[in-house]
């Protein structure tokens, strides 16, 4: 295992570190979201089962005391139509109220839910019965019995439901305690499966961390003592096997790497010893360069009498372009007039347009009073339908307390008077609505009117822009005969720039060979003195580096003095 190991590369021992790290990770992840899915789970329940069912028991509610109201004004009411009404309501009620129970019982399994249930339709049914028992005494002259039946048998059946869905709100509520109450004990564990997985994945990284550290840094010491050898001058100092080198990975290679580079370098250093006695032949090149600096010489006078040729070419062609140049400066003063005269065209374009803009926002604001006249007429509109609604609704309570007070009824003159000061608003309301579409009908044509001045201003729009392209097509032909003249400009210019890149060359030949020959001189004065303390600087150097290992007696004496020759050796490079 351990020599499968240290034959991995760094890239998979890394890589092999990390799988580790992430195969623990998932497994966390795994156990934490196996938690929160049944915390999850266990909170979908509670609404299903707890919440929504509340909801029901409302409808429920809502139901029944629908269905006595509208017990109520079957009784109140006499006439057979309101009656009939009354009771289409009232069945109405009843589905939706039943809907509501079996919804509610849909979610509701246990035994004391069935219990109750069962209660609640003995009850329903008894309120049927005194439900169908009141709507033929209201049809009848007997309708004080259907009061009583209403007041005391129908009361108490629903005080009866009252108290049979306060029971089962009460169990609603203990269901969704307990299931609160597991829920959270779920929530709890699921928190500290997630703290232990976190804690095992942070201990498990910091582990393979420290051991992947260790097993990389400890070759990379090796390795950085040996290398500092070198670097000391030690040519003899090899890696060896204590960087690992028996190994495949990256830091095997190195160390052999660095053996081989210490090799080279005793090897190129033993042959530069040999060499060192060799410079003396380097004077012959003395002479090469005394002949170096007398061709040199010729050049520069043959460059000199070229700088004169292109001078008189450069002069020629600075001509041509002044003579170019004139002729487009007339071609570029005609197209100057051209495009001012296309800028004030352009002007007056803008001054159109901005009418049209103009009218533009008139016509908005017309359209927005528009708006607020439409506005007018939806709220006297909601005024004349309550208008109506109170009408019926007066119309209807003075008939009623007129046939119940018989002669006593006179007093309900006044709800008729009412009624018809009612109709005198509505009247009245009807009136301003015909003003008001009348207000809108003379904004219409106003918005019209604005809309033709603005049609009016975008043809004199259309007019100047076909004036302005006439201008523009001027001003095209001029700067087509002003590309013409600048094609010539062009081209005496390549004919210019060509000359003066010549003389610049030129220029820059002689200098270059000027500045040759006196560092040509230069390199003769300096040869002679400096071959020899080249030599003596070479041997000087060669003699900083260990090449040969001494015995293991004689090894700590001459250890200083090679570090100080090899520390001065490296300075003089």
């Known amino acids: 295992m351990r020599k499968w190991y240290v034959s991995l590369t760094l890239g998979r021992k890394i890589l092999a570190g990390f799988l580790l790290v992430a195969c623990l ?52 009411d ?26 509610f019982f849909a979610a509701q399994r246990s035994g004391e839910a069935l219990a109750l249930r069962k209660g609640i339709d003995e009850d329903l049914k008894l309120f049927d019965f005194f439900r169908d028992k009141i709507v033929d005494l209201s049809g009848t002259d007997r309708r004080d019995e259907a ?7 129908a009361a108490d059946v629903t005080e009866r439901l009252d108290a049979s869905i306060a029971k089962l709100v009460s169990l609603n509520k203990l269901q969704a305690r307990k299931r609160y109450g597991d829920n959270l004990l779920a929530a709890r564990s699921a928190l500290g499966v997630s703290f232990a997985c976190l804690a095992l994945g942070v201990a498990a990284a910091l582990g393979i961390g420290i051991f992947l550290s260790r097993s990389l840094t400890r070759p990379l010491r090796a390795i950085s003592e040996r290398v500092s050898a070198i670097a000391e001058g030690d040519l003899t100092a090899r890696v060896g096997l204590d960087a690992g080198a028996e190994g495949g990975n990256e830091l095997a290679t190195l160390a052999r790497h660095v053996d081989r580079m210490a090799d080279t370098l005793h090897e190129v250093l033993t042959r530069l010893a040999e060499q060192a006695g060799k410079l003396s032949s380097s004077s012959c090149e003395l002479n090469g360069t005394s002949d170096y600096l007398a061709r040199q010489a010729e050049l520069t006078a043959q460059e000199v009498t070229t700088v004169a040729g292109s001078s008189e070419e450069m002069h020629q062609t600075a001509s041509e372009i002044a003579r170019n140049c004139g002729t487009a400066a007339d071609n570029v003063g005609a197209a100057n007039a051209a495009l001012v005269q296309g800028r004030e065209v352009m002007d007056q374009t803008l001054s159109a347009m901005r009418g049209i803009g103009r009218q533009a926002r008139d016509t908005a604001g ?3 009073r528009l708006g607020e006249c439409s506005e007018q007429i939806g709220a006297i509109t909601q005024t004349i339908d309550d208008i109506a609604d109170q009408t019926n609704l007066l119309a209807l309570n003075a008939a009623i307390e007129a046939a119940r007070a018989g002669e006593h009824g006179r007093g309900f003159a006044v709800v008729a008077d009412e009624v018809r000061a009612l109709a005198a608003r509505t009247s009245v309301a009807t009136k301003e609505i015909s003003a008001t579409i009348r207000s809108i009908q003379g904004e219409t044509r106003h918005a019209i009117d604005a809309m033709d001045s603005g049609v009016a201003e975008a043809d004199l729009g259309v007019a100047k822009a076909v004036l302005t392209g006439e201008v523009l097509a001027t001003i095209a032909a001029t700067i087509e005969a002003i590309l013409s003249e600048v094609s010539h400009i062009a081209i005496a210019a390549e004919e210019q720039s060509a000359t003066v890149g010549g003389i610049a060359e030129n220029i820059q030949q002689v200098t270059q060979n000027v500045n040759a020959s006196t560092q040509s001189s230069q390199e003769v004065a300096a040869a002679a003195a400096g071959m020899h303390e080249m030599a003596d600087a070479l041997n000087r150097i060669v003699s900083g580096f260990v090449l040969k290992r001494a015995a293991h007696s004689e090894a700590p004496a001459a250890s200083a003095p090679a570090e100080a020759v090899s520390g001065r050796a490296l300075r003089g490079r």
């Open 25 to 76: 990770s998932g497994l966390s992840g795994l156990l934490g979201s196996g938690s929160i899915w049944e915390v999850s789970r266990r909170g979908e329940l509670m609404y299903t089962a707890n919440l929504v069912p509340v909801s029901d028991l409302t409808e429920v509610v809502k139901g029944y005391q629908m269905a006595l109201n509208l017990l109520r004004d079957i009784v109140i």
């Open 366 to 368: 017309v359209m927005a």
């Open 147 to 153: 009061v009583n039946i209403l007041r005391s048998q």
């Open 78 to 103: 006499k006439s057979p139509q309101e009656q009939k009404e009354h009771l289409e309501k009232l069945l109405q009620s009843e589905q939706a109220m039943a809907k509501g129970l079996n919804a």
